[in-house]
């Protein structure tokens, strides 16, 4: 059985009488275990279709799957890392996961979702941050934090949407490979669905990459690489090359279709 | 010696007097309050108009200022404020002591006013608990009721588009205009004071929260959705810490909006309190006791704004 199934799924906003379409007939599954990327440039729908699979909002058509039963609404089973401002500005970084976990686990006592709380902010490197306010912390710890906080709140199903894409390029190395490297030390393997636009991050981190446009996906690959990874040894390698390319191409065949088929010099 | 050279040496000159000027500028600046003082000082015991009245709680109020002045030497604006009032000091000790034709009864002399403080003090303060009294109920329903609307009001489309507006109308209505008829009406002088000084205060705090509720980040709330917060833990861990910071920013005009509303209430109905002391005093023409009282209020009004700002250091630390 499919652990996330999407199947005919639309969506359409209605914003004051103009309707606007999100996604159109989309269809993909993700199996337990499997990091799934899905890759696309601004406004392909691939924000809406994790908002779908976060609960945020309900497909207007098809059906929204997790282990074969519809699902609605959010859910303790999904944990979410977004871009921006997932963290609350009033609590410190270890009350943000400790908050977190008491949500999760409500029958904690708050010594000891402190402590766990205080664990995962080592896992993710931030011991010696943990009574730093938000505004105290760099964007790409603040990063770390929220991803403290899922990870601690132990979700089934990850969801990220482009959880790295306002990091600098330094940091945002550093914190692919501490993604990694936590989940590979989850004791059950969490199913990921990771949103970006970055081509070489999708190869690096996942098992399959979903190239979205036009509102649904358009095309689907399997990244041949065994665990665990290593950044150079891929970025060396001709697959790397030959899947880069693929992908590459697929962006610029949408931007061919969107200026009316004439050839693109770059 | 060459031209240049003597050109040099008058620069320097030049510059060494600048720094000089400079420096006795500073001088005068650190000692000027301490000269004012002397000089009031020399007033006081000069002999006036005003020779019978105990010259304590003036004295007193006088070494507060030189020893905070004292305390505090580093501090540019401790020293021009305490220049500003030894003049201002000064200015009335000699217009109502020094100065011919004086009317101790219309302009009391400073150590008139400030006696009323040392022999009054019980009444004094009998009257700042009774009002404070008033202020805190009033302020507290105040508040958890306009806090409590203002998320309710501020979450739910339906209530914002409704209550906002006729909100906006009801609220500009000075409050102090209520309290004839609340007098007239409610059962007591108490409850009547505690619905103005309510309304004075609930309408700011209430469209405070409404409005700050409806521009929450929507990124915040998704946040907050997606972890599955329960209603008590979505109220208590993320609306309200977010309206506390523009909470607290509005207090100190509340307070001061309440302690006006009060004060003049006060003066209609009551038979305690700030108001009434200054009242019942300008009707027996005892304009010494009126002023005493008018500094009292300006004190407390300010203590309790002070104590606003401590309060807001210590709960919004995250900004």
Redesign the interface.
Known sequence: MHKIEISNVSLTYNDDGTVYNALDQMNFSVEPGEFVSIIGSSGCGKSSTL?IL???REPTEGQFLIDGNVSHG???N???V?Q????????TAEENVA??IR??FPDTTEKEASDIARAYLVKVGLEGFEEK???QLSGGMQQRTAIARTLA?QPEIL?LDEPFGAIDARNRILLQDLLLEVLSKEKEQKTIVFVTHDIDEAILLSDRILFMDQKHILEEFYVPFSRPRNREQIFQSQEYIRMRQALLSCFFQGIRDKIGGEEVVL | MTTAALQIKKGISISCLATGVVKAVRTIQWILPHVLFAVLLTLIFTPGADDSTPKGAFLAVLAIGETALLLRRNSRSLNDIMVILYLLFIVWEIGTTKADDVNLILYPSPAKVFDVFATDWPKILDGIRSSLYLLGVGFTAALILGVLLGIATGSVARLRDSLLPLAKVISPIPPIIYTPYAVAVLPTFEIASIFVIFSSIFWQIYIQVALSVSSIDQKLLDSAKTMNLSAAAMFFHVLWPYCLPNIMKTLPISVANAFMVLTAAEMIGATSGLGYFVRYYADFADYTRVIAGIFLIGIVVSALNYGIAGLERKVVRWH
């Open positions: 908002s976060a609960g945020l959010t859910g303790r999904r944990g979410v977004f921006h401002y997932s963290l609350f500005p009033w609590m908050f977190g949500q999760a306010y938000p505004y709140m969801l």
